[in-house]
């Protein structure tokens, strides 16, 4: 937040910065989908919905699980929400009893923490490292279970390092989780469309026996440039759905009925989201390639070679302890981020709010113009700093 006031208070001061921190696609709504959000308020279709979803986008989900991620749902083992995030809160407050623990792999999404402090449960982070692809290992897993030990959250394709698991990895994981009866596991796949060839999507409920142990969650706003539609799911066995229905229901009751119409458009689009969703992947892609190419450029800079979603997390640590003309020292990823705003007019996001410190985390959904302009200056103001 400190350094997005700092970014908004120089663009005031009519300095061009880059911003390349947000968390969302640079695309318009597919065209289709904003169509069939305007016909729903023409034809009147603005009142509420069931607290659950409509039915017409609780079977679409349906079908989608099933042709796309081998899953077996019926509707009412689905909940639609307003945005994934409130999938996940309600999942965590339904599942997490006080004191039970939450396992996080780092770097974590900002929010996992925080959602488990709500539930008044124990957010217990476990580290991963670059050289791992920042992927769980299932030593550093089986490592901190305990018996209070409730959910385990994973995200693949991961925000913030675009890593992605294997099936294999995955495999391993479940026979851990597998020995722990209590476990549930929380699968966060809402960047599963944003992947790059060879890495495949692999959805954690269809191994086997994780179905009955998984609440998959989903949503439109990354694969479908629909951030501000407001529109996620749920998929889990019937009585964590009840569950999470009961809590959403005296929160904000069903979503949308407007977006809903426009998921059921989404979802029509065809496997995988079709030749809408493929476009805009076909241009992520096009961007990590020229990011990575850059950033593996620069002195001193460690990178792991993210396989989906829309980010990068460089290690720049070599970088911290080191004096910067006309700055200052670099003392850590926080004073990196203020140093490429004021020196490279360029907004990125510090590691430490993702649990891992050495890093910074840069999303190259912006054009290709923007990403080059950025990484001009970048490699530019490095020159400032000695790190020999
Ligand atoms: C990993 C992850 N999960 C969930 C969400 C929430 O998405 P939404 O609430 O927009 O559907 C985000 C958004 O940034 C995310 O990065």
């Given at each position: 937040?400190?350094?997005?006031?700092?970014?908004?208070?120089?663009?005031?001061?009519?300095?061009?910065?880059?911003?390349?921190?947000?968390?969302?696609?640079?695309?318009?709504?597919?065209?289709?989908?904003?169509?069939?959000?305007?016909?729903?308020?023409?034809?009147?279709?603005?009142?509420?919905?069931?607290?659950?979803?409509?039915?017409?986008?609780?079977?679409?989900?349906?079908?989608?699980?099933?042709?796309?991620?081998?899953l077996t749902y019926k509707t009412d083992e689905i909940l639609v929400s307003n945005g994934a995030k409130q999938c996940i809160t309600q999942a965590v407050l339904s599942v997490c009893s006080p004191g039970d623990e939450v396992i996080i792999p780092a770097p974590y999404w900002v929010s996992y923490p925080e959602m488990a402090r709500l539930a008044d449960a124990k957010p217990v982070v476990v580290q991963t490292s670059l050289t791992d692809d920042f992927l769980l290992t299932p030593d550093a897993l089986s490592a901190v279970l305990t018996e209070k030990?409730?959910?385990?959250?994973?995200?693949?394709?991961?925000?913030?390092?675009?890593?992605?698991?294997?099936?294999?990895?995955?495999?391993?994981?479940?026979?851990?989780?597998?020995?722990?009866?209590?476990?549930?596991?929380?699968?966060?796949?809402?960047?599963?469309?944003?992947?790059?060839?060879?890495?495949?999507?692999?959805?954690?409920?269809?191994?086997?026996?994780?179905?009955?142990?998984?609440?998959?969650?989903?949503?439109?706003?990354?694969?479908?440039?629909?951030?501000?539609?407001?529109?996620?799911?749920?998929?889990?066995?019937?009585?964590?759905?009840?569950?999470?229905?009961?809590?959403?229901?005296?929160?904000?009751?069903?979503?949308?009925?407007?977006?809903?119409?426009?998921?059921?458009?989404?979802?029509?689009?065809?496997?995988?989201?079709?030749?809408?969703?493929?476009?805009?992947?076909?241009?992520?892609?096009?961007?990590?390639?020229?990011?990575?190419?850059?950033?593996?450029?620069?002195?001193?800079?460690?990178?792991?070679?993210?396989?989906?979603?829309?980010?990068?997390?460089?290690?720049?640590?070599?970088?911290?302890?080191?004096?910067?003309?006309?700055?200052?020292?670099?003392?850590?990823?926080?004073?990196?981020?203020?140093?490429?705003?004021?020196?490279?007019?360029?907004?990125?996001?510090?590691?430490?709010?993702?649990?891992?410190?050495?890093?910074?985390?840069?999303?190259?959904?912006?054009?290709?113009?923007?990403?080059?302009?950025?990484?001009?200056?970048?490699?530019?103001?490095?020159?400032?700093?000695?790190?020999?």
């Amino acid at each position: 937040m400190a350094i997005s006031d700092q970014a908004t208070a120089l663009v005031q001061a009519g300095v061009p910065i880059v911003r390349l921190a947000a968390g969302e696609p640079d695309f318009d709504t597919p065209e289709v989908i904003a169509e069939a959000g305007r016909m729903a308020i023409q034809e009147g279709f603005t009142r509420y919905t069931p607290n659950a979803g409509t039915m017409e986008l609780r079977s679409a989900i349906v079908h989608k699980l099933q042709e796309e991620n081998g899953l077996t749902y019926k509707t009412d083992e689905i909940l639609v929400s307003n945005g994934a995030k409130q999938c996940i809160t309600q999942a965590v407050l339904s599942v997490c009893s006080p004191g039970d623990e939450v396992i996080i792999p780092a770097p974590y999404w900002v929010s996992y923490p925080e959602m488990a402090r709500l539930a008044d449960a124990k957010p217990v982070v476990v580290q991963t490292s670059l050289t791992d692809d920042f992927l769980l290992t299932p030593d550093a897993l089986s490592a901190v279970l305990t018996e209070k030990s409730r959910l385990l959250i994973l995200c693949s394709p991961s925000n913030p390092t675009g890593s992605v698991y294997s099936q294999q990895m995955l495999d391993a994981i479940a026979k851990i989780v597998a020995k722990h009866p209590r476990l549930l596991v929380l699968s966060d796949e809402i960047y599963e469309h944003i992947i790059y060839s060879p890495a495949k999507h692999t959805s954690f409920a269809a191994l086997p026996g994780m179905w009955e142990r998984t609440l998959t969650v989903n949503g439109f706003s990354k694969a479908f440039a629909m951030t501000g539609w407001r529109l996620g799911y749920l998929a889990a066995p019937k009585r964590f759905v009840t569950a999470c229905n009961k809590v959403q229901s005296q929160l904000t009751s069903g979503a949308s009925s407007i977006s809903q119409k426009a998921g059921v458009a989404a979802m029509g689009l065809g496997f995988a989201g079709g030749e809408a969703v493929a476009k805009m992947v076909e241009a992520f892609q096009e961007r990590r390639d020229f990011m990575v190419r850059r950033l593996k450029s620069l002195k001193g800079v460690k990178l792991s070679v993210p396989q989906g979603a829309f980010y990068l997390f460089p290690d720049f640590s070599a970088y911290y302890g080191s004096e910067a003309q006309g700055f200052g020292t670099i003392l850590d990823s926080e004073s990196l981020c203020k140093f490429f705003l004021e020196k490279a007019h360029v907004a990125l996001v510090p590691g430490d709010a993702f649990g891992e410190p050495r890093c910074l985390r840069i999303s190259y959904a912006a054009s290709m113009e923007s990403l080059k302009t950025a990484m001009d200056s970048i490699e530019q103001s490095l020159t400032l700093i000695n790190i020999e």
